[in-house]
């Protein structure tokens, strides 16, 4: 079976991250899947959150929003609404909680870095690949740091990553687009570690429920789209992926 866009039901939209694509945070990366595009920046804040004591680690939080040009029709700022939406408030935790799952905190210190992921092109998927392109900014910005004594260690413990797989006429399919995501009779959005671990499953039936056969053919669909994902991270941060998973040993 060939998809709307010609791609085979195990296959990604055409993936392409370009580090370093502003000048002024520690971290940053354009992520391109198919036709959705994120902008993810991390940046450092000498500070905690209020809540947090000093001694405890640091902490990394996100924000997500959707330009007004990002869809068909312009979607409005949402600070012009005078409320940030639930969609965006879960997806915002999300992508500060997945990030978190990879990354020792303890070796922070008291600091905040803030993880900004602004769509500029929306065409389904936009959540997963805010995280994809928003671990790629990280590990720039944790590196940035490290070199000017910020950190001492190297705090990310493994890749991670996200995608999104759903059941459309049946038929399970990797990374789904607006126009299959509309129409998917299961919707499931994947974050896995490099080495195979879940950090969250997000999944609904939106027609009737699926059984456990058809959860392990997505389950296994997924992953294997993140470790594409992973191996795109990989190459975007050359040499400098090295240093992911030694639990912030000295090199």
Known sequence: ??????????????????????????????????????????MAEERLPGWMKEGTG????AEYSMLPGSTATRKPRESSLGKVGGRTQEIQRLIGRSLRAV?????????????????????????????????VALADALAALRQRGAISGYPLRSFLAATSVGLVNGEALLDLSFAEDSVAEVDMNLVMTGD?????????????????IQFDRLLALGETGISQLIAAQRAALGAD???????????
Do not use: H
């Open 241 to 251: 992926a090295a240093g992911i998973g030694r639990r912030g040993e000295e090199e």
């Open 1 to 42: 079976m060939q998809r709307i866009d010609g791609r085979y039901p195990d296959q990604l939209r055409p993936v392409q991250i370009t580090r370093r694509y502003l000048k002024y945070p520690e971290g940053s990366a354009l992520v391109e899947v198919g036709n959705t595009r994120v902008l993810c920046t991390a």
């Open 196 to 212: 195979g671990r879940l950090v969250e499953i997000q999944g609904s039936a939106e027609r009737s429920p699926f059984d456990r």
């Open 58 to 61: 640091g902490w990394i939080t």
């Open 103 to 135: 990354c020792d905190l303890s070796q922070l210190g008291p600091m905040t870095i803030w993880i900004d992921c602004d769509v500029l092109q929306a065409d389904g998927g936009t959540r997963t690949a805010a995280i994809t392109g928003a671990f």
